[in-house]
């Protein structure tokens, strides 16, 4: 890189900033690099010029990147529904499965169950009003 013709730190930033913009855009949107020399003769207006094309690369990529975004919580979201309907299904199975259960088959899985699990909930048999099941 020529940077002689630059003469204060700040113009040869814009340069190497505006080569490395318009290379990483133009290289990601899979298009031609454009190539644009500033000079001394370089007037603000070219400046704005290549800040604007920064921009409008930048807002770009921000487009397809919301869109990419978008696209993939909507598959989430449908992952997340079929996993609470599929949760539910499971919950109604299990507790029609504990209503079910014999209170010595109820044992029997409570003593298979490690200490690191809880025990499952037991069937709630109604009291008569003496304190004795029905």
């Not at 298009?31 to 770009?60: C, H, P, T």
């Not at 109820?106 to 029905?134: H, I, N």
Request: proline content about 6%; glycine content about 4%; hydrophobic content about 35%.
């Amino acid at each position: 890189m020529n940077t002689e013709m630059y003469q204060t730190p700040m113009e040869v930033a814009v340069y190497q900033l505006h080569n490395f913009s318009i290379s990483f855009f133009s290289s990601l949107l899979g298009g031609d690099v454009v190539s644009v020399k500033l000079d001394n003769s370089a007037s603000g207006a070219s400046v704005v010029a290549i800040d604007n094309k920064i921009e409008q690369a930048m807002d770009l990529v921000k487009n397809h990147l919301m869109y990419a975004v978008r696209e993939e919580v909507e598959i989430l979201k449908e992952q997340i529904r079929e996993l609470v309907e599929k949760n539910s299904q499971l919950e109604r199975e299990n507790t029609l499965l504990k209503t079910l259960a014999s209170p010595e088959q109820l044992e029997k899985f409570q003593s298979r169950l490690g200490p690191e699990e809880p025990a499952p909930e037991s069937p709630q048999t109604p009291e008569a009003p003496g304190g004795s099941a029905v």
